[in-house]
């Protein structure tokens, strides 16, 4: 089974699950990256939206979802990267730091392609989890303040933003997620 979801999502996130949805969140964040992207499931298994978005990479941050290889429209095939993270409690707070650190690692230079694995070629990176909702806003919102700390002084002036960016209410990300993203902060040994 590539996906486990839930079988009673409410109507409208249902609607917003079934088409793919990307929003820019951070031009440049290192020469391995030209940008980071929020998004959703659909968009991280839709090979157009990724191309036009010049996206090339993703990182999944659902335990329950599993997308397969993709091969876009212009050469190349996606990376998949996967930190499985529970949407609720139940999580560690060194997962969500390994998401931090993964991004971190992805940006910092780009790892060329070798002959006997799939084409690829440099690109974005899309952090998605099933809609785009929780826990990749709430790794996003960590990413935003640890390494642009100056726009985003406080892990909640993350949040706002990205809130605002996705049209969320304050009710998202997941209050379990939230408070993940504490345990990680207070926890130390993210700040570069």
């Known amino acids: 089974m590539r996906h486990a979801l839930p079988p009673d999502s409410p109507a409208e ?4 699950d079934a088409r793919p949805l990307l929003w820019p969140v951070a031009q440049t964040p290192g020469p391995g990256l030209s940008g980071l992207w929020l998004g959703n499931l659909a968009a991280a298994e839709e090979a157009q939206a990724l191309q036009g978005a010049g996206i090339t990479t993703t990182l999944n941050l659902a ?12 050469g190349g ?31 910092s230079c780009y790892t060329p392609p070798k002959p006997h694995y799939p084409p690829h070629q440099p690109g ?11 826990r990749s806003v709430t790794v996003l919102a960590l990413w ?16 706002a933003h990205l809130r605002q ?6 009710s ?21």
Request: some cysteine; proline content about 10%; overall charge positive.
């Open 144 to 159: 935003l303040h640890l390494r642009r700390g100056a726009q985003f002084p406080t892990l909640e002036a993350a949040l």
């Open 165 to 170: 960016l996705r049209a969320l209410p304050d």
């Open 63 to 74: 335990m329950n979802l599993n997308p397969g290889p993709l091969a876009l429209p212009q």
């Open 13 to 16: 996130e249902a609607s917003e």
């Open 124 to 134: 974005g990176l899309l952090v998605h989890c099933r809609g785009g909702r929780s």
């Open 77 to 107: 095939h996606v990376r998949r990267h996967q930190i499985g993270l529970l949407d609720g409690p139940g999580n560690a707070p060194q997962l969500l730091a390994a998401a931090v650190l993964l991004i971190d690692g992805l940006a």
């Open 172 to 192: 998202y990300p997941l209050p379990p997620m939230l408070a993940l993203a504490r345990q990680a902060l207070d926890a130390g040994g993210l700040r570069s």
